[in-house]
């Protein structure tokens, strides 16, 4: 059964009631791997939206998100402040299976506008807190004899510092595989230097993956931990 079937065949299973239903993720697009799953993001009338779920159907690993109108515009709302919505990006660039009333082709619209858009500006103060907690990690390492406790705190650098990167580039942030992709696109060839920093880290050389954070930093400021200062909640 091909992705398309299937995902259709989840719909008319789970919601055959459904307004529109999308197919996104890495399955509708050219990096699709062998573990690839079907995110389908289902759009109901009303309850038991909103809510997600993962199961299996036939050979195929399934995860869907099914919302109303209302609590999908919600949730981009609130996605869209983390610069952050994997729901808008499986709705922008998936695939619609079927559209019963228009919905579908509205919130696609919209998805794909939003998206064009950019993500809304990082305030200077959360740049300030990715410094200053980069910085930390970099005293942590330059202070660090122990190899298990320097794989620990490179690795948190490396995502930390591309975090920042795409933050500084103006970039929609991405966890994991999209992280990477959103790095590659933003900053190209970034990726690939924090990968080396790291292995030269494993082979107890810091001073390359320092020279790239650094080389980050500088973008967004340089190091800071002096004069850093946050108000405690009340």
């Known amino acids: 059964m091909d992705a398309l079937e299937a995902?259709?065949?989840?719909?008319?299973?789970?919601h055959p009631d459904a307004r529109a239903a999308f197919l996104g993720g890495s399955v509708v697009t050219g990096r699709r791997t062998a573990t690839s799953d079907l995110d389908i993001v289902i759009l109901l009338h009303g309850a038991p939206a909103p809510y997600r779920a993962s199961l299996q159907y036939a050979d195929w690993p399934v995860e869907v998100f099914v919302h109303t109108e209302?609590?999908?515009?919600a949730y981009i709302e609130r996605e869209l402040l983390k610069r952050r919505s994997p729901l808008l990006?499986?709705?922008a660039d998936g695939l619609l299976l079927f559209?019963?009333?228009?919905?579908?082709?509205?919130?696609?619209?919209q998805a794909r506008k939003l998206t064009a858009a950019g993500p809304p500006p990082v305030s200077a103060e959360e740049i300030d807190d990715r410094r200053y907690a980069i910085t930390d990690l970099l005293d942590d390492?330059?202070?660090?004899?122990d190899q298990s406790e320097c794989l620990f705190i490179a690795t948190e650098l490396v995502r930390r510092?591309?975090?920042l990167a795409l933050a500084v580039g103006g970039s929609w942030a991405g966890g994991g595989k999209w992280l990477a992709r959103r790095l590659e696109t933003t900053v190209p060839g970034l990726s690939a230097r924090l990968h080396h920093g790291l292995q030269e880290v494993l082979g107890g050389r810091v001073e390359p993956l320092v020279a790239v954070v650094d080389e980050v930093l500088g973008r967004a400021g340089g190091r800071l931990w002096v004069g850093y200062e946050r108000a405690g909640a009340p």
């Open 7 to 14: 995902a259709r065949a989840v719909v008319d299973d789970h």
């Open 89 to 91: 990006w499986m709705c």
């Open 161 to 163: 510092t591309a975090e």
């Open 99 to 109: 559209d019963t009333d228009g919905l579908g082709a509205r919130l696609a619209t």
């Open 141 to 145: 390492l330059a202070g660090s004899n």
């Open 70 to 73: 209302a609590t999908w515009h």
